[in-house]
């Protein structure tokens, strides 16, 4: 029998693979598009429910991102990334998520005038508001799009250095468009990052579209100690024992590959072969404004496609997400505690329930 979904519902969650601009809903969007007077190509839906029925299925991840980078264009004043941002959180706090290492796109608003200081300053006010109001801690993950001349991605680190080296940005992604851009093209601008700050977590996109050869040159070339989808690592068992004995995450976005057409149904993921493998996974929104859920709706599909986890591999693989998360020792030490102390109140529940109806 499955575990209750109101037991899924309690575990404390970590969000590790969340696109700040990718949780712009289209109730937020239209109105930012209004009030800063953007006009949306002539090809664009026009209203929330149009939009909405867009957002149904992508072809693929560069469908996708041409909806996504047309979003991002209604995004001009600090307030603008402050509401975006305070929208997630007050989305997170019902679904019990109490960390979220979030990423964001700045090569998408500079290459529009929008200064970084503008974007920084937004995002981080609202981590300060959510961590106060909402007791959720989050940090920020600066991606580069490696559809973008690696020349300016470079030139966006240089120009982030005191952001990098003073903690408000607290590690360094590569995101979209994956296949045609492998990881290799991207080796000075993470040695450049690093440099400049030795504690600064790197983490690429690699294995969502992209074979597993790009999971392994990311971690060679690009030294990145984690890994975003990774999901086609599996094509590659060596690979496979590798990440586990390195313990390198792979934040797994389930309704996120679906939408994209990675796979047909969430129960094709291969979430079996990883904890059979011993790979730490994490399951996380990526879009959630785009592909139909946030970090809940991910956790409650897998539940179905999987129902035969039972109570101490859920806790197991959520303690596996807050170990490598980038949180120190002692936090991480309290968070497994509260797992713990989750899943045996369930194992209790059940087993009184049992002896009960056996007495
Ligand atoms: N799933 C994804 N893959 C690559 N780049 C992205 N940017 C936003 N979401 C993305
Ligand atoms: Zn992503």
Redesign the pocket.
């Known amino acids: 029998m499955p575990v209750p979904v109101d037991f899924i519902k309690e575990l404390p969650k970590c969000e590790h ?1 969340m ?1 700040l601009e990718g949780s712009l809903e289209p109730d937020l969007l239209f109105p930012l598009a209004r009030r800063n007077n953007i006009t949306l190509p002539d090809t664009f839906p026009k209203t929330i429910p149009q939009l909405n029925a867009k957002y149904k299925q992508f072809k693929d991840l560069q469908d996708f991102l041409d909806y996504y980078y047309i979003g991002t264009n209604v995004l001009i004043n600090e307030i603008d990334f402050f509401e975006l941002a305070m929208a997630y959180f007050k989305k997170i706090n019902k679904q019990n998520v109490i960390h979220a290492e979030l ?1 964001f796109d700045p090569q998408s608003h500079t290459s529009r005038g929008i200064p970084l200081e503008t974007v920084i300053k937004g995002f981080k006010k609202a981590c300060t508001k959510a961590e106060r109001d909402f007791k959720i801690t989050s940090s920020l993950t600066m991606c580069l799009l490696r559809h973008t001349h690696p020349d300016e991605c470079l030139q966006l680190i240089k120009d982030s250095k005191k952001y990098l080296t003073d903690g408000t940005i607290n590690g360094l992604g590569l ?1 979209s468009a994956e296949k045609p851009f492998p990881p290799d093209m991207f080796v000075e601008c993470f040695s450049l990052a690093k440099s400049y700050n030795k504690h600064l977590n790197l983490t690429a ?1 690699a294995g969502e579209e992209g074979p597993a050869s790009y999971v392994s040159d990311s971690l060679d070339l690009l030294q990145v100690t984690r890994i ?1 989808h990774g999901i086609n690592s599996v094509q590659d068992t060596e690979l496979l024992e590798r990440l586990a004995k390195e313990k390198v995450l792979l934040t797994v ?1 389930p309704l996120s590959n679906v939408k994209l057409n990675v796979i047909k149904k969430v129960d094709e993921l291969p979430l079996d072969i990883l904890l059979s493998y011993g790979n730490p996974f994490s399951l996380n929104s ?1 879009d959630p404004a785009y592909f139909g859920g946030y970090i809940e709706d991910n956790y409650l599909a897998v539940h179905k496609a999987f129902p035969n986890w039972g109570y101490f591999t859920w806790g197991q693989i959520v303690k596996n997400g807050i170990n490598t998360s980038w949180i120190s020792k002692t936090k991480k030490e309290e968070l497994c505690d509260k797992v713990e102390a989750i899943v045996a109140k369930w194992v209790n529940k059940i087993s009184d329930a049992y002896a009960a109806s056996h007495a």
């Open positions: 693979h696109h990423f995101d996109h975003d976005c990526d």
